[in-house]
């Protein structure tokens, strides 16, 4: 696949509201069963308002615009930043663009994206990167 | 504070089998739509042995040590109201399917200090090998210990 340009957008991908129940449901797949993303009297005594997601399944989101758009076995790198807290309710869009193509080892034609999730207030969640074999 | 003399500690490696069912429920609860995800028949069409793990899925695999939550937490005696994933990234190199057995090394790498100790940030390296001693992916998180 060669017709990757930089400068091209990856195409976005939205999700549906934060809820309750996906946080259950991504507690129990994942393993991650830190109390903070299920237990609002837990986030409570953190200091927390409500419960908050798990930065890692806007960096599920992410990958999902990833593979949606190219083959996963093309995918070489993947890295998040987490910039920001997701609450209940909230949507999470996922955004990128091909910031470069250039030559790897063994001459392997590679682009680099930069890749980003927010809310719909447009508050950063994720600010990341990902490398693809084109 | 966080013990310095941990930097370094390397936890006994942990060998998961990769159940398809796990996968199905993971692709589930991303929300995933694309059967090569949770359909065998549909992973086997577009050329894999099975249904494939999605990106993030070797921390599913970590979360198999032995631990209340994860396994630094426990040695070092980190409170987990306290942290946050800070940053996390993955390089890969060889799918990993259903019916997999991945061989997991978690390795403490660095422990630093932010904002005069208030703020400690701790990575933590890990390999990911399949049952035929090939490395399928390697991942380093990055989280903040609020002292």
């Given at each position: ?82 910039a920001g807290m997701v609450?209940?309710?909230e ?27 927010k809310t719909n207030d447009e508050r950063d969640v ?9 | ?147």
């Amino acid at each position: 696949m060669t017709d990757v340009k930089e400068g091209d957008l990856i195409p976005e991908m939205t999700f549906p509201p934060i809820s309750r129940h996906t946080l259950a449901l991504y507690c129990g797949a994942s393993g991650d069963h830190n109390p903070v993303h299920v237990d609002i009297d837990f986030a409570k005594q953190y200091g927390l308002d409500d419960v908050i997601a798990h930065g890692m399944l806007s960096m599920a989101y992410l990958g999902r615009m990833l593979t949606s758009w190219r083959p996963q076995s093309s995918l070489r790198k993947f890295s998040a930043r987490f910039a920001g807290m997701v609450q209940v309710g909230e949507i999470i869009s996922c955004h990128g663009m091909v910031s470069k193509i250039y030559s790897g080892a063994n001459e392997e034609k590679l682009a680099e994206l930069s890749i980003f999730a927010k809310t719909n207030d447009e508050r950063d969640v994720i600010v990341g990167e990902a490398i693809i074999s084109l | 504070m966080l013990d310095k003399q941990y930097i370094g500690h390397v936890f006994k490696p942990i060998k998961v089998p990769v159940e398809l069912g796990r996968l199905k429920f993971f692709a589930k609860s991303i929300g995933e739509n694309n059967p090569i995800y949770f359909d065998v028949d549909a992973a086997q069409k577009a050329g894999y042995r099975s249904v494939i793990a999605p990106p993030t899925f070797t921390m599913v695999i970590d979360s198999e040590y032995e631990s209340e939550s994860m396994p630094e937490f426990d040695l070092m005696g980190i409170d987990i109201g306290r942290i946050l994933h800070a940053n996390q990234s993955f390089e890969y190199f060889l799918p990993i399917c259903a019916g997999d057995e991945i061989f997991a090394t978690r390795r403490i790498k660095n422990i630093t200090e932010k904002k005069a100790g208030t703020l400690e940030f701790v990575e933590i390296d890990s390999e990911y090998h399949n049952q035929e001693g090939e490395l399928v992916a390697t991942s380093l998180m990055t989280f903040v210990y609020r002292n």
